[in-house]
Each structure stands twice: as C-alpha cells, then as structure tokens.
DNA sequence: GTCTATATGTTGATAGAC
DNA sequence: GTCTATCAACATATAGAC
C-alpha cells in the first residue's frame, strides 16, 4: 500500500453527507446544488467537479440504503416464506430505521427519488426483488395490508420528530413490538 | 335563491382538483404552474386569475384535509384520555386515509407541504393541537412509539401502489384491525 | 375568464482561469 | 480542486388585450 489512504472527509464524501442531511429535511427537488454548495462553504461548480449532475448525487446517496435492502433480501431469502420471513423482513427494517434514523426515511416516497429510482436499473431491480419477496404466495388480504403499513410505519415513525427523544435503543425494542404485534 | 349555482366545476375548483393530482404524483416542489395549467388545457395567466400564488394553491388543497382533522380531534377530546381516545383517532383517521385514498397521504412527509404549514397559522395551530391530544399525558414509550407508527402506517399504506387493487371496504377493515392490534 | 407577452429570479450545467 | 463568469431552460408572477 504505497498509496496513500483517502482523506477521510473526502470532497466527495462530504457532498454526499450533505446532500444526504438537505434532501432529508428539503426533499430532493426541494435542495439545489446551490443550497448543497452554500452548505459545504464551496462553489456550485465545486460541487460539479465531484458529480457530473444532481442525478449522480441523489444516486451516490440511495445507493448504499438499496444496497442494504439488496442484502436484507438476500438474507431472508433464505427463510421460509411467510410468517419467519416477514419477521425478519420487519426486523431488519426497523435495524436500518434505527442506524439512519431521520435520514434514510424521507426516501420512502420522495417523488423525486422515486422517479430517479424507475429509471435505474439496479435501484428498480432492487426494488421489483423487493416487492416479489414480500407479496410472495401471499393471497390474504390483513397480511399484506399489515405488512405495507408495518414498513411504512416503521420509516414514518423512525424520522417523526415527536417521538425524536425516544432513545436509539428503546425506539428499536419498540418498533420491534409493534412489528411483532403486526405480522408475529 | 335568484342567483345561479355556481358550475359544478367552477374553475377555481378544477384548478385544486388538478394541483391535487398533480401534487400527489410529484410532491409540491416536483409541479409547476405550468404542469397544472398543461393538465387542465389552460393557460398559466388563468391559474394566476384564480390564485395569487402557488402557495394558495397548495394552502385551498390542504385546508379541507386540516378541517377534517380539526373536526376529528373535537370528536376525540370529549372521550376520556387514554385507550378510548387513541382508538378513536386511528379510527378516524383510518376514515380519512380511505376517503381520500392515495391523495390525502402524500401530504404526509411532503416537505414542500410541511413548510407551508408551518408559516400557516390556522394549519400549524391544528397541527399542535393533534400532536397534543396524542401526546397528552403520555409518558409510556411503547404507547407513544405505536401511535407515531400507526399513523404515518394507515397514510403510507393507504397510497401504497402495491395494495392499490384492494377495495376500500377490505382496507379500511384491515386497517382497523392492524389499528386494533396497534393501540386496542 | 382566458389569452399572449413579458419581467425577474433560480435552476442545472459548462467553460476556462488559477 | 476550487474559483468566477456564463449559459439556456425553467420557475413564479404580472401587465394588458380580448
């Protein structure tokens, strides 16, 4: 390792990160690079050097949470389907609700992520494996209606700012109540 | 009763039935003017003839939905504190998300909508007074974590395109029994 | 009530100096 | 890698004719 490591707060890194905390509190076609730049102290043709447009950057930030889900499917794919697997499907959201609390949310339903999401091939592929693993076999109408509520719940619930003071710890053990209650 | 009825859809009212739309695919900040005016055949100048900004527009499109929760939290405040009034709020606004069905539940999260709101008077004094029916005199975290998830579920479920093709009549009763197992 | 035309600012994005 | 300067496209919003 003759090379050097990259710097820790990369340029690029911190971009992301910001681009990450504006999106979540403006929505994507709510922040311009603008605001991203103004917020890092740099110019907007800075932030170009970085991502050849805003598209790259909404992407470099919702890749690692698909790429969470793309191993949360792998994992409870190998479950047996129906209850053990909507178990642990609920389970490892309420896990990824909880590390990016307050972040990762605001993308379940972001118009604008939702529209860049269609139109990448490995985000809506993610997405269709999703989709297939939980509506799997599944003809009963209370189960997928009480899985699709607990998913949405468990975001819509993570980034709520009135529950904001329930700790990291005690919001997990109650997620995963309301999970159990839910599809247990 | 000399004068005539207004036309059933006045343009005033098409121009909110059309942002409603419009809105509800691509969030507040994701439609312009013009994507409103293109959806009604009409020009910009005929919406501004209607409204003096967007952001009437988008205040007439959400004041219904916070008279109905207005209404509802009045309907709530005369049960006791409690289980009887949490359950009566799901339940209602179970009500709501199948009325409005895939409309109403965007503007849940929408942060085009929420800064609105909360430069509002009227909506923001609503706004306070539900989150402090729920909150009131809770100090359990379970119950407070429930509520959080059962609320932004019933929204987020009720536009949820993968249970689109289920009744309204299926889902508000699946609805309420996740709601029952929730917070009964 | 609807239109065309226009004013004014902001957006995403690029060119080129340092 | 960062900057200033600039672009065309689009945004909200207004003026005035019909």
């Given at each position: 390792?003759?090379?050097s490591v990259?710097?820790?707060?990369?340029a690029?890194?911190?971009v992301?990160?910001?681009?990450?905390v504006?999106?979540?509190?403006?929505?994507?076609?709510g922040?311009?690079?603008?605001?991203?730049?103004?917020?890092?102290?740099?110019?907007?043709?800075?932030?170009y050097?970085?991502?050849?447009?805003?598209?790259?950057?909404?992407?470099?930030?919702i890749?690692?949470?698909?790429?969470?889900?793309?191993?949360?499917?792998?994992?409870?794919?190998?479950?047996?389907a129906?209850?053990?697997?909507?178990?642990?499907?609920?389970?490892?959201?309420?896990?990824?609700?909880?590390?990016?609390?307050?972040?990762t949310?605001?993308f379940?339903?972001?118009?604008?992520?939702?529209?860049?999401?269609?139109?990448?091939?490995?985000?809506?592929?993610?997405?269709?494996?999703?989709?297939?693993?939980?509506?799997?076999?599944?003809?009963?109408?209370?189960t997928?209606v009480?899985?699709?509520?607990?998913?949405?719940?468990?975001?819509?619930?993570?980034?709520?700012?009135?529950?904001?003071?329930?700790?990291?710890?005690?919001?997990?053990e109650?997620?995963?109540?309301?999970?159990?209650?839910?599809?247990?």
């Amino acid at each position: 390792m003759a090379r050097s490591v990259a710097p820790r707060g990369s340029a690029r890194t911190r971009v992301i990160e910001a681009a990450l905390v504006q999106f979540a509190e403006y929505g994507v076609n709510g922040t311009s690079l603008q605001m991203i730049a103004d917020h890092l102290g740099i110019s907007k043709a800075s932030v170009y050097y970085q991502f050849h447009s805003k598209d790259e950057i909404v992407l470099a930030v919702i890749r690692p949470v698909f790429a969470e889900i793309d191993q949360l499917i792998t994992e409870v794919e190998m479950l047996p389907a129906g209850a053990p697997r909507r178990e642990a499907t609920v389970a490892g959201l309420v896990e990824m609700a909880i590390r990016h609390r307050r972040v990762t949310a605001i993308f379940y339903g972001d118009p604008g992520i939702d529209h860049l999401v269609s139109s990448d091939p490995d985000c809506s592929g993610i997405n269709e494996r999703f989709k297939r693993v939980l509506a799997m076999a599944e003809e009963d109408v209370a189960t997928r209606v009480a899985m699709s509520l607990a998913i949405s719940g468990i975001y819509g619930s993570a980034m709520d700012p009135g529950i904001a003071d329930i700790s990291d710890e005690e919001l997990r053990e109650a997620l995963l109540q309301c999970a159990k209650r839910l599809v247990g």
